[in-house]
């Protein structure tokens, strides 16, 4: 078990064990969780994503046209390890 210290301003500073633990690198976020008891859980903040983020990512980075037969071509060669 780590102890940590607690700040005159109320901040506790995770040691990078603890960090590498979670996968969590500088910059990025984690969650804590009240549970019962007077513990918290800790973990890794993961990013959600949505089809509305998703949409229009590539939008203006190409010229070229395909057609619905051609990505699903490029996709299954993706799966398969082909380029």
Known sequence: ?????????GQVTLRKDLLQHLG?????RIEANKLPGGRIEVKAARPT?????????????TRKVVTVGEMNEAAADGWAGRE
Do not use: H, P, R, W
């Open 49 to 61: 994503g949505s089809i509305d983020g998703f949409i229009g990512l590539l939008a203006g980075k």
């Open 24 to 28: 969590v690198e500088q910059g990025q």
């Open 1 to 9: 078990m780590t102890t940590l210290t607690v700040t005159a301003k």
